[in-house]
């Protein structure tokens, strides 16, 4: 039986996620105003963080996205007063939003991020659990971002206390995280990097969250 297979029969969920995923994704695709070629060309995920950028390792280049892997990798774009920079999209562009989930958020403020787009192209179990899906006219995607040269998302900043770190990996599990340095509206650098949620897949889910286990059950429970 194929791994695929297998993992089908374990964890149904992660089957089911991984088709509407797909569908999410093609139909996103079908309403994209860059022709697919286009997008291909221009839109890429990067690879995974290599590991000299693990820990205090960052590149030299700021404007370069970090993958922040492990619960460490957060702490290194801490503030040296324990605060950790956020930057929302979606329903976090609103600040009443935001403190629904970040009640103790400080400094929230609208900025620019260079060299991104939003994208719907994965599914949340929690649209299901809430009934916010509807399956029925494929309107079941979660909203997350990608790199995309000579794009520009208009995003919020605001920060955290280091403490709340590791609920908010636990929150966002499906989650790609990037360390970003986003702009100010008038195209000042901030002069700390934030936390930005991007788009991830099926096998960097695996590989990251699970450890590379694919079986594990606390992963399959969270697909």
Do not use: W
Not at 6 to 30: D, E, G, N, V, W
Not at 61 to 89: A, H, R, V
Not at 152 to 165: A, C, D, G, Y
């Amino acid at each position: 039986m194929s791994t695929s297979a297998y993992i089908s029969h374990i964890c149904p969920l992660a089957s089911f996620a991984c088709t509407l995923r797909s569908k999410a994704l093609s139909f996103q695709l079908r309403v994209s105003t860059h022709s697919p070629l286009h997008s291909s060309l221009r839109c890429r995920r990067p690879p995974p963080m290599s590991s000299d950028y693990a820990g205090t390792n960052f590149p030299a280049n700021k404007l370069e996205p970090i993958q922040l892997n492990d619960e460490s990798d957060f702490y290194q774009i801490t503030s040296p007063d324990g605060f950790i920079s956020i930057s929302g999209f979606g329903s976090l562009l609103s600040e009443n939003s935001a403190r629904s989930t970040f009640p103790n958020l400080i400094n929230f403020r609208v900025a620019k991020l260079r060299g991104f787009r939003r994208v719907f192209a994965h599914v949340a179990p929690i649209f299901f659990e809430r009934g916010i899906a509807k399956p029925e006219t494929k309107e079941i995607s979660s909203l997350s971002v990608e790199p995309c040269e000579g794009e520009t998302l208009i995003v919020t900043v605001f920060e955290i206390k280091k403490s709340e770190i590791p609920a908010f990996i636990k929150r966002e599990h499906e989650f790609r995280f990037l360390a970003v340095l986003p702009e100010t509206l008038d195209g000042k650098p901030f002069t700390n990097r934030a936390v930005l949620c991007a788009r991830s897949s099926d096998e960097e889910f695996f590989q990251i969250r699970c450890k590379g286990n694919y079986l594990r059950r606390s992963c399959c429970r969270r697909v």
